[in-house]
């Protein structure tokens, strides 16, 4: 039973255009939303988080939005650039402090 | 600031034999949480130590074990290993009891080949 999803494993975007990531979750009960960025041969570096109290939140390129009512989660990433090439995460927190990952979603900023 | 560090990089194993992974968690942080992430698919919790003590399991067999010690770095030991193991096993750390103790930040990783 997968409580996270992201349902595109890729994405291609122009450098300077806007990139826009989702996941979509079915349990209610997170109350922690976060952003991870992997490069291959490295772990997971964290980029960004909301708190299920709020519906946006915003760190320099990066803003995520969260639609509780449609269970949703967003990462925007304006302008996108060459170094955000790579595979994004979404992950829920629940419990304690457990991290529930979707699969990801390869990210390709062409020139 | 020194990050999380994780050892060995790389590691070659038979099944049926033990493993001991390593990880030591940033500086300032007193939580530990491992994770496997198998090709393609995103990280999985296993489990996670506070207080040199579990906090918290996800769905893994006993033969996953894990130790805390008081400088908060920590060891993953998976016993009568199986091939479905080959994965990369990432340990993160946190500091429980901030207000960001959320977010948790990851070492590189230890790719386990099981063979």
């Known amino acids: 039973d997968q409580q996270v999803k992201q349902n595109s494993p890729s994405l291609s975007v122009q450098e300077g255009r806007i990139s826009i990531l989702n996941c979509d979750y079915t349990?209610?009960?997170?109350?922690?939303f976060l952003w991870y960025k992997k490069y291959p041969a490295e772990g997971p570096t964290f980029l960004i988080s909301i708190s299920s109290i709020k519906d946006k939140n915003e760190d320099g390129r990066f803003t995520v939005f969260l639609n509780k009512s449609a269970k949703h989660l967003s990462l925007h990433i304006v302008p996108s650039q060459p170094g955000d090439s790579a595979v994004y995460f979404c992950?829920?927190?629940?419990?304690?402090?457990?991290?529930?990952f979707g699969q990801g979603t390869r990210l390709t900023i062409n020139p | 600031e020194t990050g999380v560090t994780q050892s060995p990089t790389h590691l070659i194993k038979t099944r049926g034999q033990q493993v001991t992974l390593r990880c030591s968690s940033q500086?300032?942080?007193?939580?530990v949480s491992w994770y496997q992430q198998a090709l393609g698919q995103g990280p999985q919790f296993i489990f996670q130590y506070y207080r040199e003590e579990e906090n918290g399991r996800g769905n893994f067999p006993p033969r996953f074990s894990g130790l805390q010690f008081p400088n908060y770095s920590s060891e993953l030991n998976v016993n009568a290993l199986e091939l479905d193991d080959s994965a990369l096993y990432l340990c993160a750390s946190s500091n429980s009891g901030t207000g960001d103790s959320y977010e948790q930040y990851f070492g590189p990783g230890t790719r386990l080949t099981v063979t």
């Open positions: 349990n209610s009960m997170f109350d922690y």
């Open positions: 500086s300032g942080h007193n939580t």
């Open positions: 992950a829920l927190v629940i419990g304690a402090q457990k991290l529930v």
